[in-house]
């Protein structure tokens, strides 16, 4: 709440049920797997800690995200990257000075919601359509593949990490507090951003773990990635096929030899959109209202990911405790509609509090400081 909502104006609750569902998933976690070293609710809120980031409607804490209004609804659109910004004359058929979010603006209030969406992801931009109350709610926040017969999984899986930014390393960090033997997998051409940008936020979802650094236009290294997944209990992914496509790697196969292949991507496996946390959990129904606005505020900091990563983590860890051979495909825009269409029951008045984050004990390594000893030894 303390993260939705205008700067001078009072926090806004979500619609549904996203804390309670993000406790749900923690304490089953913390049941199965035994582990009383897991964090609570707070997880919402510490990257936005880290950062010193505030509620800043109708912009995103993060600042990347803006909800637009279309000529027959609003849009939630996410420009971070830049390239994004380079793909504004394409997505607006023409030069623009000044301000880019009025300029786009602009242009997405003579259009529809549809037409925004497509033009928009056919740029490879981050835009989904911000439901006028929460869609209908998935049957689950995931789906689950069988690829073959049960494997016997060891106590402390490998975990070998291919994602980056926020969800996927969460769920990570969460099996690694779990046991879990976290391998996390970058690509020396294009490391993890958050290296970058989340400081200490980056430490502590990766402190204790081991860092490979492969450079993926090599074949050699692309058949190192490949024994990496072969020899691992749980793989996390966040890639959209393609990507998997062009380096010859098919998550079924993996999977049937007994691993559990956990995908988190924007809208799942099925699809090519890109999507971020802020326009995901918009597109889902995580949008709040304050009454004297008629425009949406996005709830919390990239309220998707920390979701996501959590319900990945319970379903990653039961997966491969009831024998593997399977492929997760968590699609962040079914967790936040999950979320959002959760019923609500009634109860006391609960605080706004600040974000807070948990003490940092560990450092994140240095990219690529484990990559010759791990190769040796699972390669």
């Avoid at 024998?323 to 009634?346: S, Y």
């Amino acid at each position: 709440m303390a993260l939705t909502g205008w700067a001078d104006g009072r926090p806004l609750a979500a619609p549904g049920a996203p804390a309670s569902m993000l406790r749900a998933a923690l304490a089953t976690l913390r049941s199965i797997a035994g582990c009383d070293t897991l964090p609570g609710v707070q997880l919402l809120g510490e990257r936005a800690a880290a950062l010193a980031l505030s509620r800043r409607a109708p912009r995103s804490p993060g600042g990347g995200f803006q909800p637009l209004r279309a000529a027959d609804g609003w849009v939630g659109l996410t420009l971070s990257r830049p390239w994004d910004f380079r793909a504004l004359p394409a997505l607006l058929e023409r030069e623009s000075s000044g301000d880019p979010w009025t300029a786009t603006a602009r242009w997405a209030a003579q259009r529809s919601t549809e037409e925004v969406v497509k033009r928009a992801r056919l740029l490879d931009l981050a835009c989904a359509k911000i439901p006028e109350r929460p869609a209908g709610r998935p049957s689950a926040p995931f789906d689950l593949f069988r690829c073959g017969p049960p494997h016997d999984m060891p106590d402390h899986p490998t975990v070998v990490d291919l994602t980056s930014l926020w969800a996927g390393p969460l769920c990570a960090h969460l099996l690694g507090l779990c046991g879990a033997r976290i391998i996390k997998v970058e690509s020396t051409q294009r490391p993890d951003g958050a290296r970058r940008a989340a400081g200490r936020f980056f430490d502590l979802l990766h402190g204790g773990h081991e860092s490979v650094a492969l450079d993926l236009t090599l074949r050699t290294d692309i058949e190192h990635l490949r024994g990496l997944l072969c020899a691992a209990d749980i793989v996390l992914e966040g890639s959209r096929p393609r990507a998997l496509d062009h380096l010859g790697i098919d998550a079924r196969k993996i999977a049937a030899n007994g691993g559990t292949w956990v995908s988190i991507t924007a809208y799942g496996r099925g699809h090519q959109a890109v999507g971020f946390g802020d326009d995901v959990a918009a597109g889902g129904g995580l949008v709040a209202y304050d009454g004297a606005r008629p425009t949406p505020a996005v709830c919390g900091d990239a309220l998707a990911d920390p979701l996501s990563g959590a319900v990945a983590a319970l379903g990653a860890f039961a997966a491969a405790r009831t024998g593997g051979a399977c492929i997760l495909d968590v699609a962040m825009i079914d967790v936040a509609a999950w979320a959002a269409g959760a019923a609500v029951e009634p109860g006391p008045s609960v605080p706004a509090e600040p974000p807070r984050s948990r003490p940092l004990t560990k450092t994140a390594p240095p990219l690529g400081r484990d990559t010759r000893r791990v190769l040796s030894e699972l390669t």
